[in-house]
């Protein structure tokens, strides 16, 4: 089984960026689709972003469309997600989670069911 650690949160004020990593152990991240997910104290964990296992196909909420960049570097074995112009309501632990797509094709997955293996999450705070 993969193991996954994010890294790269931290407290940002409103408009900054931060770029978080998730570095995979264990198994390449070759044979992976890889997502982003955070959760809002009281609220559900949603997906943020989506990266097929080669990278070929990217899917993104609606909610950062256009600020944030999914993207992988299968050589490295991480997959990083590129914050831009944050908002105060991008608050929130950061997780990204592995699916083992074989053979490896351009399917994005967007549920939390749809992932096996799973970080334990890096805080990102946005300040107004």
């Known amino acids: 089984q993969v193991q996954l650690v994010e890294s790269g949160g931290g407290l940002v004020p409103a408009g900054d960026s931060l770029r978080l990593s998730c570095a995979a152990s264990?198994?390449?991240?070759?044979?992976?689709?890889v997502g982003w997910f955070r959760q809002a104290p009281g609220k559900e964990r949603e997906s943020v972003a989506a990266?097929?296992?080669?990278?070929?196909?990217?899917r993104y909420a609606d909610s950062v469309n256009g600020r944030f960049t999914i993207s992988r570097d299968n050589a490295k074995n991480t997959v990083f997600l590129q914050m831009n112009s944050l908002k105060p309501e991008d608050t929130a632990v950061y997780y990204c989670?592995?699916?083992?797509?074989?053979?490896?094709?351009?399917?994005?997955?967007?549920?939390?069911?749809?992932?096996?293996?799973w970080g334990r999450g890096t805080q990102v705070t946005v300040s107004s």
């Open positions: 264990g198994r390449t991240l070759t044979s992976y689709a």
């Open positions: 990266i097929s296992c080669r990278g070929g196909r990217t």
């Open positions: 989670a592995a699916r083992y797509t074989f053979p490896c094709s351009a399917s994005t997955y967007s549920r939390n069911s749809e992932y096996t293996a």
